[in-house]
């Protein structure tokens, strides 16, 4: 579903953010994404997101090859990628329900799907019962699940997380990871970019390790699936 082949991206001359980066993660993979700060992950992801162009290499998401993608082709490209990020990025002027729904506003669903794609994925990650409320009304984790119910509300195959526990407590921390992990078992891939080495190691997932541009960590061998 993602692969990157000898991913090269330069800002400058005097910064290159991610250098000669060659990974694949297949349907339903779970993987981890580390690193220093400032090794590149931020890039990585913005790449698969289309918010960056790679200066050399190959992007492929879905078997679609990123780097010539037409800038009009770009949100019909992100619809099928759900992102979830560490500070939520709700909007407070609206409800749960209505923040979830956005996704699927844009797309121009009808009005009787989007009530219920919503309520299922509220279901999902267990807060069915707050969608009328504010999200400022939530606690820290109940605000990054319903991140994440609205990153999976259209049902995308590629997850993509940027510090999604940077915020909560171990046991919360937990909770959200459950939460992926169950989503790469219906055949969504999900990459997560985390500092948090104790909760990486206790998930026993594949790494995948930045360090100054480069990537540390051999993928496996195999076809990857797109």
Known sequence: MIEFQQVSKRYDSDHTALRHVSFGLGR?????????????????LKLILLMERPSAGKVVVGGQLLNTMPRRQIPYVRRHIGAVFQNHQLLFDRTVFDNVAMPLEVMGV????????VRAALDKVGLLSKEKMNPVQLSGGEQQRVGIARAVVNKPPVLLADEPTGNLDPELSADIMHLFEQFSQVGVTVLIATHDIALIESMGRRRLTLAHGELLTTPPAGRVVA
């Open 110 to 117: 009808s009005h009787q799907d989007i009530g219920r794609r």
């Open 28 to 44: 339903g993979e779970l993987a981890f994404l580390t690193g220093h700060s400032g090794a590149g992950k931020s890039t990585l």
